[in-house]
């Protein structure tokens, strides 16, 4: 099994700042891409940040200069740093990586029950 198990979601004022973190555990073999997706109420879920093994990012347009991500491939773990933060980033962030358990087995998707972050005006 695998486990993802996010971090640091809470409450801010608009303009205040975040930091998630992401720690994947279990029967690990390599991860190639970690990210972080939110979803407000009534919207469907959206990637916010996703990162590569090699470093590789690729973000959501509206976060960019605001969200930060980055990862520790030696503790499995992603982090989203998030700064100026606006109201209408307010949503549940989910953690997100691609595992492969063994070196036989292809890559399989694994989700992180998800964080609340709410940021207020």
């Known amino acids: 099994q695998v486990q993802l198990v996010e971090s640091g979601g809470g409450s801010v004022q608009a303009g205040g700042s975040l930091r998630l973190s992401c720690a994947a555990s279990?029967?690990?073999?390599?991860?190639?891409?970690m990210g972080w997706y939110r979803q407000a109420p009534g919207k469907q879920r959206e990637l916010v940040a996703r990162i590569t093994s090699g470093g590789r990012t690729n973000q959501l347009d509206s976060v960019k200069g605001r969200f930060t991500i980055s990862r520790d491939n030696a503790k499995n773990t992603v982090y989203l740093q998030m700064n100026s933060l606006k109201p209408e980033d307010t949503a549940v962030y989910y953690c997100?990586?691609?595992?492969?358990?063994?070196?036989?087995?292809?890559?399989?998707?694994?989700w992180g029950q998800g964080i609340q972050v709410t940021v207020s005006s």
């Open positions: 997100n990586a691609g595992v492969r358990r063994t070196f036989w087995e292809n890559f399989d998707d694994y």
């Open positions: 279990g029967s690990i073999f390599s991860i190639n891409v």
